[in-house]
Nanobody
Framework: QVQLVESGGGSVQAGGSLRLSCAASGLTFSTYAMGWFRQVPGKEREFVARMYRIGGSTYYADSVKGRFTIFRDGAKNTVYLQMNSLKPEDTAVYYC???????????????WGQGTQVTVSS
């Protein structure tokens, strides 16, 4: 079965950086779109970034554009989210997701990881 395992979350001060990783198994990695979403308590899960197949296009939420970068390593079946210039409002549980198409920014993708906490202090 498909498994997505995130790592790399933690606590950082505002202005700092973190890199999240998501290792995928049970799917043909190169044929799936990969994405990141985030969620804070009491709010809906929101789209952060997505990348289509290897070498494919990327798309970001306006709130993270210019600060976050999504990229993937086909040899490792891993997708990353490099987060720079972090702000307190970036604090959330971050989820990795995969989908054959990944065309939507709504949290209806097919497969999900367990989430990793990111906390940004001011």
């Amino acid at each position: 079965q498909v498994q997505l395992v995130e790592s790399g979350g933690g606590s950082v001060q505002a202005g700092g950086s973190l890199r999240l990783s998501c290792a995928a198994s049970g799917l043909t990695f190169s044929t799936y779109a990969m994405g990141w979403f985030r969620q804070v308590p009491g709010k809906e899960r929101e789209f952060v970034a997505r990348m289509y197949r290897i070498g494919g296009s990327t798309y970001y939420a306006d709130s993270v554009k210019g600060r976050f970068t999504i990229f993937r390593d086909g040899a490792k079946n891993t997708v990353y989210l490099q987060m720079n210039s972090l702000k307190p409002e970036d604090t959330a549980v971050y989820y990795c997701a995969s989908d054959r198409l990944g065309l939507t920014t709504t949290p209806t993708w097919a497969y999900w990881g367990q989430g990793t906490q990111v906390t940004v202090s001011s």
